[in-house]
C-alpha cells in the first residue's frame, strides 16, 4: 500500500479520501472483536408488542359482554329459583288456610256460627218450639240429628222446672277456613235460671265444622271439648 497526498491506493486500486469516508459511513459499526454493534434492547421486538397489545385491546373490549351475558344468566337463573320458592310457599297447607289470609270471610263465618249457636243453646219454658225450628234454620246433616235427639230431653225438664237457657258466645276462633267449610273453637257462657232458685252460671266448649251452602254457613258437626 502506498499513500500519496489527498489519495490512498489499496491492492493496486486509486480511492479518494471522500469516498473511503463514504464507505465507512455505509457500513455498521463493529465491536472490537469484528461483529456488529447488537441492536438496542426492544428494537427487534416492535412487532411482538403491539401484537400483545392489540390482543389486551381486544380482551378488555370483549370483557363487558362477557359479564353482561353472565349477569343475564344469573338473572334467569335467580328468577326462576324464587319463582319455585314462591310456588312452593303458596301451595303450603298454611297460605291454603283462609282463616290466615282472608279476613272478611274469617270475619262472616264467625258471626254466622255464632249467631247461630246463641239461637239453638237458648230457650225458655214457652218458647222450645221457636227453639227447635231456628234450629232447622242453621243446623243440617249430624248436627241436626244430634241436637234434635237432645232437645226432646230439654223440652221436657224445660216444662217440668221451669228451666230457662241463655246462651252467649263469647269468643270464637276459626281455626281452619276454605272455601266452603269451616273448623271453630267456640266458648259460651251459659246462664241456667229455674223457677225460685239463683241462676247458675256455666261455661262450655265447643268444636264447630260449618259448611258454605246456598250463600250462607251451615253448622254440621258439634262436638265438646
Do not use: C
Not at 412487532?47 to 397489545?53: H, I, K, L, P, Q
Not at 303450603?92 to 282463616?99: D, E, G, I
Not at 230457662?164 to 273453637?185: I, K, W
Amino acid at each position: 500500500m502506498r499513500e500519496h497526498a489527498g489519495t490512498t491506493t489499496v491492492d493496486g486500486g486509486a480511492e479518494t479520501d471522500a469516498e473511503a469516508r463514504e464507505t465507512a459511513a455505509r457500513e455498521p459499526e463493529r465491536e472490537p472483536d469484528g461483529r456488529a454493534e447488537a441492536e438496542p434492547d426492544g428494537a427487534g421486538g416492535g412487532r411482538g408488542d403491539e401484537g400483545a397489545d392489540g390482543a389486551a385491546d381486544v380482551a378488555r373490549r370483549r370483557w363487558p359482554r362477557v359479564l353482561g351475558a353472565l349477569l343475564a344468566v344469573a338473572l334467569i337463573v335467580g328468577g326462576g329459583v324464587l319463582y319455585a320458592q314462591g310456588r312452593q310457599l303458596r301451595d303450603t297447607p298454611a297460605t291454603a288456610n283462609l282463616a290466615l289470609t282472608d279476613a272478611a270471610a274469617t270475619t262472616r263465618v264467625t258471626g254466622d256460627v255464632s249467631n247461630a249457636l246463641t239461637k239453638v243453646f237458648s230457650y225458655a219454658p214457652g218458647s222450645t218450639a221457636a227453639t227447635r225450628a231456628a234450629a232447622k234454620q242453621v243446623l243440617t246433616g249430624k248436627a241436626l240429628q244430634q241436637y234434635a235427639a237432645l232437645f226432646g230431653q230439654v223440652e221436657r225438664q224445660s216444662a217440668d222446672q221451669k228451666l230457662t237457657l241463655t246462651s252467649e258466645v263469647v269468643r270464637a276462633g276459626v281455626t281452619r277456613l276454605t272455601g266452603d267449610s269451616a273448623h271453630l273453637l267456640v266458648f259460651l257462657d251459659q246462664v241456667y235460671e229455674r223457677q225460685g232458685r239463683a241462676p247458675t252460671t256455666a261455661a262450655a266448649q265447643l268444636t264447630v265444622t260449618a259448611e258454605l251452602r246456598d250463600g250462607r254457613w251451615w253448622i254440621v258437626e258439634i262436638g265438646s271439648i
